[in-house]
């Protein structure tokens, strides 16, 4: 059986927490922005703090865990 939670939790994360998307931390006019499709070096590093903290919740802590295949 392969364990596909860490790659799920992964690829949602980084697809939800790509700056400009949805939201940027912190905007250019605002703390938060949303759905502004720019970028800063300061978002980016925001976001990718916020992206290794969820990942590590998500998959160490709460343990997330989906199989398939056989077994």
Do not use: K
């Not at 364990?3 to 605002?30: S, Y």
């Not at 499709?37 to 300061?42: D, E, F, Q």
């Amino acid at each position: 059986m392969t364990d596909w939670g860490p790659v799920v939790v992964a690829t949602v994360l980084f697809v939800l927490l790509t700056p400009g998307l949805l939201c940027q931390i912190p905007g250019r006019g605002r703390v938060v922005e949303f759905g502004n499709m720019s970028t800063s070096g300061l978002s980016i590093l925001v976001h990718a703090v916020l992206y290794f903290a969820l990942v590590t919740i998500f998959v160490i802590a709460v343990g997330v865990h989906i199989y398939s295949g056989t077994g």
